[in-house]
Structures are given as structure tokens and as C-alpha cells.
T-cell receptor, first 117, second 113 residues
Framework: NAGVMQNPRHLVRRRGQEARLRCSPMKGHSHVYWYRQLPEEGLKFMVYLQKENIIDESGMPKERFSAEFPKEGPSILRIQQVVRGDSAAYFC???????????????FGQGTRLTVV | DQQVKQNSPSLSVQEGRISILNCDYTNSMFDYFLWYKKYPAEGPTFLISISSIKDKNEDGRFTVFLNKSAKHLSLHIVPSQPGDSAVYFCAASEEGGSEKLVFGKGTKLTVNP
């Protein structure tokens, strides 16, 4: 049973380009979460999705950021017109259950490290 | 406004001794707490959790203590092993089953052989 797969592991983008980060959840997990870790910081919640639905995007910046989890295929976190401040590690987690206790059953991917130059 | 605080950026202990990692929180709505371990270039790995209805939860070498009145929790690792060297994050979620975790900044634990 493969774990949560994120790709690419490393992504370099020039300012103004688009970044697409992909996350394939564990088999049987229908809850997907995206977190961002800035340097020297803890992880910060961005968005929670289920298949074809955005459940909670309260942690997403209002502009340039979007996320989806289509019926088929991986979840995608898309950042348009990247700026240097977007440089961070982006982690995806999947869980079979909702809620805080569901997170005790969640697995995190290895993350995508985005560098904006 | 940091709702979950880990005030010690780093901790160094000798192999075989106890490691105690501390975490304070300010939001009284938090009712579920988790500890994660993270190695460089990897995602966090769940270690142990505790619900606010308990004051202690134990799993092997790992024990989490919760003091609700003080809004404080701690993770005890005994005996500490070199393989425990990693960054440890405390996280919390609000009652009502919120899916959002609020993380502390982490404590880097080094266990010396």
C-alpha cells in the first residue's frame, strides 16, 4: 500500500510563473489536506478537500492559490504568478476519517519544496 | 498570534535518559492534541495523541501528558534513543471535529550516543 505521493519533490519557478503541486492520497483515503511550512515555522493549514469538493479553504491566500481534488486523479494545489514569499515546503496529508481524531490516522507525503527565484 | 507554542527550539539529551518536550496553547477551544516527528526532507509522522478528556496517554516509550488548567502538554520519551533525533511538532484541533490542525514551530531533539 503506497503512502501519500507528492510530486515533484522539488520545484523551481521564476517569479510570475505558475506552480502545480500534485498529491495522490493513500488508497481508501477520501480526505485530503494541504499544509504549508515556511522556513523556521510550523505547518500551517491551507485547505481541506474531499473528492470534487472543497470543504474548508480558510487557510488559503485569497489570491493566486487554488486547489482541487477531482473525481479521478490526484489533488492539485495551483499557485499562479508565484512570488518569492511562496517559497516553502508544501505538504499533503490524507486520512480515512474526518476531524482532529482523523488526523491521528492521517499520513503526510514527503512534501514539495518550492523555490521561487 | 501563535495559538500553539513550543518555546524550546532545541533540546539535547543523552541516550537512555528521558526527553521532555513541552507545548503550550492559548485557545481553550482546542480539545484534541497530537505530536508529530519529522526528519529532514520528509513529511511529519504521527506519534501519539490525547483527547482533552484525558490527562495522560502512553504508547511504548512515548507518553503525552495534558494539563488543561495550565493549557500545557508535554511529550516524554524514555529511554531516549539516537534514532529519536528529529524535530517534534505539537499540534491541536478545536472541539467539534475540526479538521484543521494548528502546529507549533517545533523542537529539534538531539539524542547523543
Amino acid at each position: 500500500n503506497a503512502g501519500v505521493m507528492q510530486n515533484p519533490r522539488h520545484l523551481v519557478r521564476r517569479r510570475g510563473q505558475e506552480a502545480r503541486l500534485r498529491c495522490s492520497p493513500m488508497k481508501g483515503h477520501s480526505h485530503v489536506y494541504w499544509y504549508r511550512q515556511l522556513p523556521e515555522e510550523g505547518l500551517k493549514f491551507m485547505v481541506y478537500l474531499q473528492k470534487e469538493n472543497i470543504i474548508d479553504e480558510s487557510g488559503m491566500p485569497k489570491e493566486r492559490f487554488s486547489a482541487e481534488f477531482p473525481k479521478e486523479g490526484p489533488s492539485i494545489l495551483r499557485i499562479q504568478q508565484v512570488v518569492r514569499g511562496d517559497s516553502a515546503a508544501y505538504f499533503c496529508a490524507s486520512s480515512p476519517l474526518f476531524g482532529g481524531q482523523g488526523m491521528s490516522l492521517a499520513f503526510f507525503g514527503q512534501g514539495t519544496r518550492l523555490t521561487v527565484v | 498570534d501563535q495559538q500553539v507554542k513550543q518555546n524550546s527550539p532545541s533540546l539535547s539529551v543523552q541516550e537512555g535518559r528521558i526527553s521532555i518536550l513541552n507545548c503550550d496553547y492559548t485557545n481553550s477551544m482546542f480539545d484534541y492534541f497530537l505530536w508529530y516527528k519529522k526528519y529532514p526532507a520528509e513529511g511529519p509522522t504521527f506519534l501519539i495523541s490525547i483527547s482533552s478528556i484525558k490527562d495522560k496517554n502512553e504508547d511504548g516509550r512515548f507518553t503525552v501528558f495534558l494539563n488543561k488548567s495550565a493549557k500545557h502538554l508535554s511529550l516524554h520519551i524514555v529511554p531516549s534513543q539516537p534514532g529519536d533525533s528529529a524535530v517534534y511538532f505539537c499540534a491541536a484541533s478545536e472541539e467539534g471535529g475540526s479538521e484543521k490542525l494548528v502546529f507549533g514551530k517545533g523542537t529539534k531533539l538531539t539524542v547523543n550516543p
